[in-house]
C-alpha cells in the first residue's frame, strides 16, 4: 500500500525534482515509527430517568482515531507525537458540535533518562488518576456520572497545556501539568483561567494505586475550585481485585453560596471485579456523591458482565442505577457518551441497562 501511495506522489509531484531523489525522500518518510491506532466503541441502551424519559438509544462510547509515533534523536533521547480525534458512529460529534470529530490527546514531546515533557492538549495528571479504580470507563455507570458534576467538575483535558513526567523511580512516577488558559486564550485581563495539576502513581505487584490534586483558577465560564483525589486497587487472588476511590471538590466560584454547598462535595466508591475465565469477568461498583448541601447528594450502583472475543474486540452487558436526593438530577449515562439525555424530574432514580461492543485497533 506503501509502495502503491508513493508512486502515485511521485508522478503528482516530480514537476522538476528528479524521481529518484523524491522516491528516496518518500521511502524515508515512510520508515518513520508511525501507528495508526482507534477503537470503535458502541452500545443499544435503554434508559429511564425514572420521571417523563423512558427510550432506547444507540449510543457511541468516546471512539476514536488516532496517529502516533517518535523519533529517535540520539541513544539517550526521542521526539514524540500523537494525533487523536474522537469520532461519532452514531449521529454527529458527541460533544454537541455540527462536525464528527473532536480533538482528544494531541501532543507533542522529548523522552530521554530525565522522563518526558510534552506540550499540546491532553487529559491532566488528575483525571488519569482516577484509572485505578475506573471499572466501567466509558460505559453507562461511568464514575464521572458523580465525580464530573456541572461547573465544579475535573477529569478534564486542557487546552495549552505543559506537563513532565518523571521516568518510573521503583513504581513510583509522579505526572505534573500546568495549563495557561482553559480556552485558546485570555479574555480579560482579570481572568486567570489557569490549571495546575500533579499526581503521584505507584504500580508495585498486586497494587496500584494515584493521588492527585488540581486547582483551577476562575473564569469567564466556570469558578475557582480544587479537588483530591484517591484512587486504588489491590488484586487479592489472580481472578479477584478489589478497588476503592476518594474525591474532593472545593468548589469557590462566585457570590452564590448556596451554588458552593451544591458543588462542593466528597465523592467514594467500592468495587470488585471477578474472572470467571480468562476472557470473562463479572464487576461491580457502589459510590455516593455527599454534596455540602445534602439535598444534591446521589448514590450510584452498577453491575455488569464483560467477555473478550481475542485481544482486540470485546462485549459487555452494563446496569446501573443513581438514587438522587430531593434536589440533584444525575444519571448513571451522561459521561463520554453521545446518548446522554438530561433527566426530567429532581429528585428521582434514573436507570440505564446498556448492551455494547468495543473494537480496539
Avoid: C
Avoid at 44 to 58: F, M, P, Q
Amino acid at each position: 500500500m506503501v509502495a502503491a501511495i508513493n508512486t502515485r506522489l511521485i508522478k503528482k509531484l516530480s514537476i522538476g525534482i528528479p524521481a529518484s531523489a523524491l522516491a528516496l525522500a518518500i521511502s524515508s518518510q515512510a520508515m518513520a515509527e508511525v501507528t495508526i491506532y482507534g477503537r470503535a466503541h458502541v452500545s443499544v441502551d435503554y434508559l429511564d430517568d425514572g420521571a417523563k424519559y423512558s427510550k432506547t438509544n444507540l449510543s457511541s462510547n468516546s471512539s476514536r482515531l488516532g496517529f502516533k509515533g517518535s523519533h529517535d534523536i540520539s541513544p539517550d533521547l526521542k521526539a514524540f507525537f500523537q494525533i487523536e480525534q474522537q469520532i461519532n458512529f452514531a449521529t454527529g460529534s458527541e460533544d454537541g458540535d455540527s462536525g464528527n470529530f473532536s480533538t482528544r490527546d494531541t501532543f507533542v514531546g522529548l523522552a530521554g533518562n530525565f522522563g518526558a515533557v510534552q506540550v499540546g492538549r491532553f487529559d491532566s495528571p488528575f483525571k488519569v488518576a482516577r484509572g485505578p479504580a475506573n471499572l466501567f470507563g466509558d460505559q453507562v455507570g461511568d464514575m464521572r456520572n458523580l465525580t464530573r458534576v456541572g461547573d465544579a467538575r475535573f477529569d478534564e483535558r486542557y487546552d495549552n497545556t505543559l506537563q513532565y513526567t518523571t521516568p518510573d523511580l521503583n513504581g513510583f512516577r509522579i505526572k505534573l501539568a500546568y495549563s495557561t488558559y482553559e480556552g485558546q486564550n485570555a479574555v480579560e485581563d482579570k481572568d486567570s483561567s489557569d490549571a495546575g495539576s500533579v499526581a503521584l502513581s505507584y504500580v508495585r505487584g498486586p497494587f496500584e494505586g494515584a493521588l492527585a490534586y488540581e486547582k483551577v483558577g476562575k473564569d469567564s465560564s466556570k469558578g475557582k475550585r480544587d479537588g483530591l483525589r484517591l484512587a486504588a486497587a489491590y488484586k487479592l487472588t489472580d481472578n479477584f481485585k478489589m478497588v476503592g476511590f476518594y474525591q474532593n471538590v472545593d468548589y469557590k466560584g462566585g457570590s452564590n453560596a448556596a451554588l458552593r454547598k451544591q458543588l462542593s462535595s466528597d465523592t467514594y466508591g467500592l468495587g470488585g471485579e471477578y474472572k470467571l475465565s480468562s476472557n470473562t469477568a463479572l464487576k461491580a461498583m457502589w459510590m455516593t456523591r455527599d454534596a455540602d448541601d445534602s439535598d444534591y447528594g446521589a448514590d450510584m450502583w452498577v453491575v455488569g458482565v464483560e467477555h473478550k472475543l481475542d485481544k482486540a474486540v470485546r462485549v459487555y452487558a452494563n446496569y446501573a442505577v443513581t438514587d438522587n436526593n430531593k434536589a440533584a438530577k444525575l444519571t448513571p449515562w451522561r459521561q463520554a457518551r453521545s446518548a446522554k439525555p438530561g433527566a426530567t424530574m429532581a429528585g428521582k432514580e434514573a436507570s440505564g441497562l446498556s448492551v455494547g461492543l468495543r473494537y480496539d485497533f
